[in-house]
């Protein structure tokens, strides 16, 4: 028995939810039906003489249900998106966001339901069958009303027939089914094939074994979003993604790919080619033979566990010596070499540690040049020459440090983690550590205790922290020194009792330094228990200082080009759509790109937010059906947190409960001005800024749980964030 009320199921609100479905087991009676109409009837508010309830035959035998938008909802994307739960004991586990839920997204085509089946496996032929249903009411519907999106509940029995138990019209934002609508959602369908194309090119070499992620190595997806506008990919690419990679990793001492691009974009999307990142962490000194095999075993575990592409480096490559290297190298891709070169590839990666460990002060030392030019350049009085001296000094003085820096606590990270997993420390011992390091953020909070004391000037602390900005590439999100009051006061009014940290942690290890020394001697490290610690506190701490450094200069190359294109009259929102060599043009000779390629661009950036592409991609039919992989999250703290959710806080409001969001680069350390009792991302990895950050400063934290699990989070008020048992739920 179902309501079937009037204001139900409209073109603007289902309302789906506020009236009850009740089920009559049984062979119920006339007189039980008549109470249950009656129930119905009197929960609907306000009542209209049209009301109605929907009386259907109760189906018990139940193998699996699925909820099936003919587009994507929100955006009207031209994608079938199917969520199934293949759980037989009920029949809410998607509309409830409770069952073992299988998000899959279908390209729109003349042979939607057909194209499934090549993939030869149980989870596609249900979705064939699903969508083929799906189609078919689809179908009905347009023939009876017209073309009608629409919001499909079914159901397939254990017989195998597929049943209908509700339709209805999906709502969506206005607008979303307008003529032009329908045109840009055509032209994403051609996007894609295009994409293809361009996917079959990178994913051709290594015997057709490539593949392409959107958040392995310098992880694009969270430094500038799965859909970034022209400025701020060109500007990414240029600072980091097509040279500076490469040369860090040459100069650390694995082989060098210099020359080679490590992202491409797909219709507007940024990917990363995740063969040319692995084959970047192998030393320099592995013989050719051996380098090949190792790639090649790698790329094949990748192939069958696409869930390991957002952790990489800790669960595929073997880029460094850390406690646990022997067991990985016997069990992991290097599994297949002989004991001679496992052996041979481990003193490669012993040198290559040790040399990373003596090179570190000098690459902090660098920190402090890049923070010298950039003061130079900004005495510089026209913007474009501030630009352009940032542009061409950024890669050199500010990312390539930073890289540096960066891998120095890849390293650091990975004996913190070994250190549990060998019995040399334990959970706690590690995060005392983490919580002692007092980097930036630590910091900030500090300097915003110091401003209420009347210690520091506030003046002083904004221009500290001004440039930070959420979202660093976007210059359509404001930096903190714009809008001081909501990004920055915080800091100073919601901490009037907080203590410094500790300015100098003591060592992780449980067992005795003399045990670690000899556990390091034997792995070809010759360094004490001392020196590693204060090698892994300096790297993390210097991390986070090179980052901050490189971030304001992103910030202020992205305030001189607004500077120096104003007297043009240009918006911020016509400047994302330029490219670094467009900018380059103006401040160089005053060349302005020409409307048609602006307009162009801007057309194309409105079909790219219509095209949905998986995270990982290892053969070309993936971009046009795909189910993303689980998300394996990075999961801080041991603690259990149920609070109201949080989604998506603006600056300037008050920060409470569990704090949830897609992504979060440098920008956002504004978040840590509320009382945050925890965080959930989509996008993210164990060494990403807000990991260390939750760590640091004992915070529980889910980071980069993955698009399908965000989906059954997006909508709750409560959630439950259980960072013992690596959980995160919906409670309401």
């Given amino acids: 028995m179902r309501s079937d009320a009037r204001d139900e199921d409209s073109a603007t609100a289902s309302h789906a939810g506020r009236y009850e479905s009740i089920p009559l087991l049984g062979t119920p009676g006339v007189r039980e039906i008549c109470n249950v109409v009656d129930q119905l009837f009197a929960s609907y508010e306000p009542a209209h003489p049209d009301d109605a309830v929907f009386i259907q035959r109760l189906l018990t035998k139940v193998a699996a249900t699925a909820v099936v938008t003919t587009v994507a909802p929100a955006t009207a994307a031209p994608y079938m998106t199917v969520v199934i739960d293949p759980d037989p004991e009920g029949t809410d586990g998607v509309t409830g966001g409770k069952g073992a839920n299988v998000a899959w997204h279908v390209l729109h085509s003349p042979s939607l339901a057909r194209s499934t089946t090549t993939r030869g496996n149980d989870r596609s032929a249900l979705l064939s069958a699903f969508l083929q249903a799906a189609t078919e009411v689809d179908g009905a519907v347009h023939r009876l009303s017209g073309s009608q999106p629409l919001d499909l509940e079914l159901l397939q029995d254990a017989t195998g027939d597929i049943h209908l138990l509700q339709a209805r019209p999906l709502v969506l934002p206005g607008g979303a089914t307008t003529q032009a609508a329908a045109q840009i959602a055509e032209q994403a369908i051609a996007a894609v094939h295009t994409a293809q194309s361009a996917a079959r090119q990178l994913i051709a070499p290594h015997g057709g074994r490539g593949i392409l992620s959107n958040t392995t190595d310098w992880n694009p997806a969270e430094m500038i979003g799965q859909k970034p506008p022209a400025l701020a990919a060109s500007l990414y690419a240029h600072a980091v993604t097509n040279r500076t990679w490469a040369r860090q990793r040459a100069q650390y001492g694995y082989r060098d790919l210099t020359g080679k691009m490590l992202m491409h974009l797909l219709s507007g999307q940024p990917y990363v080619d995740v063969a040319a990142s692995l084959e970047s962490f192998i030393p320099a000194a592995t013989p050719p033979s051996i380098a090949q095999r190792l790639l090649a075993a790698q790329l094949d575990l990748l192939h069958t566990n696409r869930s390991l592409h957002c952790s990489v480096e800790f669960t595929v490559a073997t880029s460094c010596v850390d406690f646990s290297l022997r067991q990985r190298l016997a069990n992991g891709p290097a599994g297949g070499l002989s004991s001679h070169e496992r052996h041979e590839l481990a003193g490669a990666l012993a040198e290559l540690t040790t040399a990373g460990l003596s090179r570190l002060t000098g690459d902090l030392d660098l920190i402090g040049l890049a923070t010298q030019r950039r003061r130079q350049i900004q005495l510089l009085t026209e913007p474009a020459e501030r630009y352009l001296a940032l542009h061409s000094h950024i890669a050199e003085y500010a990312a390539l440090p930073f890289a540096h820096v960066a891998r120095a606590a890849f390293i650091a990270t990975a004996f913190l983690r070994s250190s549990q997993?060998?019995?040399?420390?334990?959970?706690?011992?590690?995060?005392?550590?983490?919580?002692?390091?007092?980097?930036?953020?630590?910091?900030?909070?500090c300097d915003g205790h110091s401003v209420y004391q009347g210690r520091l000037s506030w003046a002083e602390f904004v221009d500290t922290y001004g440039h930070l900005r959420p979202g660093?590439?976007?210059?359509?999100?404001?930096?903190?020194?714009?809008?001081?009051?909501?990004?920055?006061?915080?800091?100073?009014?919601?901490?009037?009792?907080?203590?410094?940290?500790?300015?100098?942690p003591q060592g992780w290890f449980t067992a005795s330094h003399t045990t670690v020394a000899a556990q390091l001697d034997d792995l070809g490290l010759h360094?004490?228990?001392?020196?590693?610690?204060?090698?892994?506190?300096?790297?993390?701490?210097?991390?986070?200082?090179?980052?901050?450094?490189?971030?304001?200069?992103?910030?202020?190359?992205?305030?001189?080009?607004?500077?120096?294109?104003?007297?043009?009259?240009?918006?911020?929102?016509?400047?994302?759509?330029?490219?670094?060599?467009?900018?380059?043009?103006?401040?160089?000779?005053e060349v302005m790109p020409s409307d048609v390629s602006i307009e162009d661009r801007a057309r194309e950036y409105e079909v790219t937010n219509l095209v949905h592409l998986p995270a990982v991609i290892t053969e070309t039919d993936d971009l046009t059906c795909f189910v993303e992989p689980s998300g394996t999250a990075t999961y801080i703290g041991s603690e259990r947190v149920c609070a109201p959710a949080h989604h998506n806080p603006?600056?300037?409001?008050?920060?409470?409960?569990?704090?949830?969001?897609?992504?979060?680069?440098?920008?956002?350390?504004?978040?840590?001005?509320?009382?945050?009792?925890?965080?959930?991302?989509?996008?993210?990895?164990?060494?990403?800024h807000l990991a260390v950050r939750c760590a640091e400063l004992g915070i529980p934290a889910a980071i980069g749980i993955g698009e399908d699990t965000m989906r059954t989070l997006r909508l709750a008020t409560t959630l439950r964030l259980d960072c013992r048992n690596r959980r995160v739920e919906p409670l309401r």
């Avoid at 011992?429 to 390091?437: C, D, E, I, R, Y």
């Avoid at 590439?473 to 901490?495: A, G, I, K, Q």
């Avoid at 911020?572 to 900018?583: E, F, G, Q, S, Y």
């Fill in 421 to 445: 997993e060998e019995g040399l420390a334990d959970e706690s011992s590690v995060k005392a550590f983490m919580q002692g390091l007092n980097t930036i953020s630590a910091t900030m909070r």
């Fill in 472 to 504: 660093t590439y976007d210059l359509r999100e404001r930096c903190y020194r714009d809008d001081p009051e909501n990004f920055l006061r915080p800091f100073v009014t919601s901490y009037p009792h907080r203590h410094d940290p500790d300015p100098r």
């Fill in 527 to 589: 360094v004490t228990a001392e020196e590693l610690a204060a090698f892994a506190l300096a790297a993390i701490r210097g991390r986070e200082a090179a980052k901050f450094e490189y971030s304001a200069w992103v910030c202020d190359l992205l305030e001189s080009l607004i500077a120096a294109t104003r007297p043009a009259g240009l918006t911020r929102a016509r400047l994302v759509h330029w490219t670094i060599d467009d900018a380059n043009a103006w401040c160089r000779d």
């Fill in 650 to 688: 603006e600056p300037g409001s008050a920060i409470f409960g569990i704090v949830v969001v897609d992504r979060a680069d440098p920008g956002w350390e504004w978040l840590f001005g509320g009382e945050v009792s925890g965080i959930v991302t989509a996008q993210g990895g164990a060494n990403s």
